[in-house]
């Protein structure tokens, strides 16, 4: 890299960003002189073909109009009148940046911090994907990502708990610029932060570089670039101590007094020359050379750029009959993940729960694994982002609620992440899942045998732009008799029918055994009860009218767990909080079990043979 030259447009660039994020939103300034350099010196990318896959990825953690700023000087499909266009209705630079909205956006932030954990997990997929596929004289990945964050983001847990993880992954790949200008919604951070970010991030194992002056040392931002793309052995932090610059309340003195040709009665303004001093570069010529060489890995890499899976993957997927042992849906999960990862190598995750045999993720300077290794704990909707993997990660079902704000950024930026959350229900304590069905664009599976959890994985993975949760059992459930992977991945299904019923009970994963026990003892009294297993249901609504009545039909009552009134006419369920013990005895605290549902289903019944008429279909609706 040779040394920094200043060129006559550097300030007047400069100058042409802080004018406009004056005109856009009266933002912050602060970081123009480093988005300058940064953009004209060093990131690779070409906003004609904004997908090519080895450009270098850019992440807004701490803020959104400086981002759009960049990409309309750049050349993106952001034009000036969309820059006007800020968070107004259906814009493309609304409130905060977002994925598959405003081209060349690679990650939605929002929620402080997961923009920082965001830039790990795309550092990540990077160097899984260079260890798989680089060859020597082909270094056809080799990216970096750049990371914008600021104090409210370092403020956060999340960015503490990803910057230590990819410290001890020595991901140099990865270049962060902190805007150290001491400013917070409240005010001064003195009020409340006062920790030295520097050396916490020495702790983690970072570089740490500082500038002083942010503004105007053009050469000492530069500089620290080229320092940290010399060793690609650990990330950077690049503190910039930045002044407070702001507008619009003396935007007309302060454009008079840069003396660089902005007009102050001019807003939206930008010189023909800054537009100029933006360049991009190309990859093709080599990835083309690439596979003349290694054609076999050329149209592996190509395949999981294009996101197309392994032909006949999922013949790899376990198929179980009702004579097989019992087992824990977790384990269940885990023979899954076992038997497709060979044949889809893509798929990146991890585990805090049991784990299928793969090799860790880790730098192989560790002796603890290698970064070819497939497996890797969490940072998943970055790890999509970058492309070429499908990221898993599994947790208990409790903690999901900790990744909350991750969870919701999957499901509005369309991210196939297949988060795995084990120990569900009351079987080892309440782990609430009550609202997950629930969330727009997710897919909630609740498998109740191994045919389910196949078919849990089977959707998740063909489902291109929609997360999966799968909650997962710890105790064993056994495998029903009329339980399929076809019947399981329609959402819903019959898996004792009955004709004439005078009742049909529908539940989901570990109840569904339980519901059918109520079946057969309410068959000896001579009652007749149909249960459906109803494991997600986003895809049961995703089915035919036709086939969604047939299961759950008009003619007799249906009852079914609290909160599912979309479906059935009565709902019974635990009504307590705070029981602990061995799981059988929570279920009989808490009235879950055969003989009382039962003696609930036959309430329900006689309620409903004394009020009369016609039962209809909860399905059957005007809206």
Not at 338 to 367: K, N, V, W, Y
């Amino acid at each position: 890299m040779a040394n920094f030259t200043q060129d006559s447009a550097d300030d007047v660039c400069i100058a042409t960003i802080r004018t406009l994020a004056a005109d856009v939103v009266g933002a912050p300034m602060g970081m123009a002189p480093i988005a300058h350099v940064l953009f004209s010196r060093f990131f690779n990318a070409n906003p004609k073909n904004s997908k090519w896959f080895n450009r270098d990825r850019f992440v807004l953690s701490n803020g959104c109009a400086l981002q759009y700023i960049m990409l309309h000087l750049l050349g993106y499909k952001l034009s000036m009148d969309d820059l006007k266009q800020f968070r107004q209705v259906d814009s493309l630079t609304p409130g905060h940046p977002e994925t598959g909205h405003t081209d060349g956006i690679e990650v939605t932030t929002g929620p402080l911090g997961q923009g920082f954990a965001n830039g790990v997990g795309l550092g990540i997929a990077q160097a899984h994907l260079a260890a798989t596929f680089n060859k020597d004289g082909f270094d056809i990945i080799n990216n970096y990502t750049y990371v914008f964050t600021g104090d409210g983001c370092l403020m956060e847990g999340v960015a503490s708990e990803a910057a230590s993880l990819a410290g001890h992954l020595q991901l140099g790949n990865l270049i962060y610029f902190y805007d150290d200008n001491h400013i917070s919604i409240d005010g001064d951070t003195a009020v409340a932060f006062t920790e030295n970010v520097e050396q916490r991030f020495l702790s983690y194992g970072w570089q740490v570089l500082h500038v002083d002056d942010g503004d105007r040392d053009l050469e000492g931002i530069y500089n620290a670039v080229v320092e940290a793309q010399k060793r690609r052995t650990s990330p950077l932090l690049f503190a910039c101590e930045q002044p407070s610059v702001t507008a619009p309340s003396s935007r007309d003195t302060w454009c008079s007094e840069t003396k660089f040709g902005l007009p102050a009665d001019k807003t939206f303004y930008v010189p023909e020359d800054t537009y100029k001093v933006y360049a991009a570069k190309k990859w093709d010529a080599l990835f083309a050379s690439y596979g003349q060489k290694y054609p076999k890995e050329h149209a592996e890499l190509s395949r999981r750029i294009a996101g197309k899976l392994t032909e006949g993957w999922e013949k790899s997927l376990p198929i179980y009959k009702p004579s097989d042992a019992a087992q824990a849906s977790r384990k269940l999960s885990e023979i899954v993940l076992t038997a497709i990862t060979p044949i889809l190598p893509e798929l990146i995750g991890g585990s805090a729960d049991l784990r299928a045999a793969m090799i860790d993720f880790q730098p192989e300077s560790t002796g603890l694994g290698s970064y070819k290794g497939p497996r890797y704990g969490c940072i998943a909707n970055g790890m999509h982002a970058y492309g070429g993997v499908i990221p898993f990660v599994a947790t208990f079902m409790n903690f999901v609620s900790y990744a909350a704000g991750a969870v919701r950024l999957s499901a509005l930026s369309k991210h196939q992440v297949i988060w795995v959350a084990t120990h569900d229900s009351i079987g080892l304590g309440e782990d609430d899942c009550g609202a997950l069905p629930r969330h727009a664009n997710i897919d909630f599976w609740r498998p109740a045998d191994g045919n389910e959890t196949s078919a849990a994985y089977y959707m998740a993975l063909t489902r291109k732009h929609t997360p999966s949760i799968l909650s997962l059992s710890r105790q064993n459930l056994p495998n029903l008799e009329e339980s399929t992977l076809e019947r399981a991945s329609k959402g819903g299904y019959v898996v004792l029918e009955e004709q004439g019923e005078e009742l049909t009970i529908v539940s989901s994963g570990s109840e569904v055994s339980i519901a059918l026990e109520a079946a057969v003892q309410l068959k000896s009294e001579g009652v007749k009860v149909r249960v459906v297993s109803l494991p997600c249901w986003s895809i049961f609504d995703l089915q035919p009218q036709e086939y969604r009545l047939s299961v759950l039909r008009s003619g007799a009552p249906i009852l079914a767990p609290f909160g599912w009134q979309k479906y059935s006419h009565e709902q019974f369920g635990m009504f307590g909080w705070g029981a602990s013990g061995p799981y059988k005895k929570i279920y009989e605290k808490f009235g879950l079990t055969g003989s009382n549902i039962a003696s609930v289903s036959k309430k329900v019944i006689t309620f409903y043979k004394q009020k009369g008429g016609e039962v209809v279909s909860p399905l059957v609706k005007a809206l």
